[in-house]
């Protein structure tokens, strides 16, 4: 099971192969993640998502992209994003994380072709779609990786830089623009959803997440609706959910305490919203060790 490290700012502690260079690169199955479903987090990395099998949707900045086998979707800088399936289908893909400054360290080099891509409010993501040579980048990508033969990083550094070149290319010389979110949409959104990672446990109201994006009830409920697909509480029980499952599988804490931690006040209202979303019962789920297909 995939267990993602959020900060409080809810972006994601990315984990590099090695600490002292900032590349992840993975093969990963959408069924690894609890209930089909990545935390929703952003990271100053740019991220390749390349299906191998199967298909699955992928939320980028507002924007519900489909994915299958053969696509590439290349996810900016700072975005909002996760991958999920609401049909809980699985999905095997490359996932292939580095950090922008692997790329340029001379000043104007950084100028022109890393902040001029990063900080470009004209693509949240690109999605490529029979791009036979870009697939096959990221899998050399990938293999070159995984062989780990003397020098791979080296040979790694310079396959990015072909890499990070197409995407200047596609978002800045050739102009391909798509609508984007504002910058304080974003900017709210992130600190609302921070403010939801860290405060689950306690009683939130509609105020109070909407004060910690500087905006209004309206304003904070028409950007979750863009956003996230749904309300702001709605998203609050989602993720209360997401957490009581997790400690269902990992804690011998009592269902009523479960119910507690995680800011339900009724043991009843939890139980009801826990089965209408995993199929089963809190006590269920636990017995049967996440395992819900194997229940009668």
């Excluded at 009683?203 to 697909?229: H, P, W």
Aim: hydrophobic share 35%.
């Amino acid at each position: 099971m995939v267990d993602m490290k959020i900060k409080e700012d809810s972006s994601e502690i990315v984990p590099y192969d090695e600490i002292n260079i900032p590349i992840c690169i993975t093969e990963g199955y959408l069924s690894h993640y609890p209930n089909y479903r990545a935390l929703c987090h952003w990271h100053e990395d740019l991220e390749f998502i390349a299906v191998l099998d199967g298909s699955m949707e992928y939320y980028v900045n507002g924007k519900n992209i489909f994915l299958q086998k053969g696509d590439i979707l290349a996810i900016n800088s700072g975005r909002l994003h996760y991958g999920y399936s609401t049909l809980k289908n699985e999905c095997h893909f490359y996932c292939i994380i580095f950090h922008p400054s692997l790329i340029a360290t001379n000043p104007y080099l950084v100028q022109k072709y890393i902040v001029a891509v990063t900080e470009s409010d004209r693509e949240d993501f690109i999605l490529y779609k029979n791009e036979n040579s870009m697939f096959a980048l990221l899998e050399t990508i990938y293999r070159t990786k995984k062989e780990g033969f003397p020098g791979f990083e080296l040979e790694v550094l310079g396959l990015f830089q072909n890499l990070w070149k197409r995407i200047y290319v596609d978002i800045i010389a050739e102009s391909v623009h798509r609508d984007t979110a504002s910058g304080m949409e974003v900017n709210s959104q992130r600190k609302m959803v921070s403010y939801i990672y860290q405060n689950y446990g306690e009683n939130l109201t509609l105020d109070e997440i909407a004060s910690k994006g500087n905006v209004c009830r309206s304003k904070c409920c028409q950007i979750f609706k863009k956003y996230m697909g749904k309300s702001p509480m709605d998203f609050v029980n989602a993720y209360r959910l997401e957490c009581s499952q997790k400690l269902l599988l990992t804690t011998s804490r009592s269902i009523t305490d479960i119910c507690t931690a995680c800011g339900f006040n009724h043991l009843s209202y939890f139980s009801r919203q826990f089965q209408m979303k995993f199929g089963c019962t809190p006590k269920k789920y636990r017995q049967c060790g996440g395992r819900i297909q194997d229940l009668p």
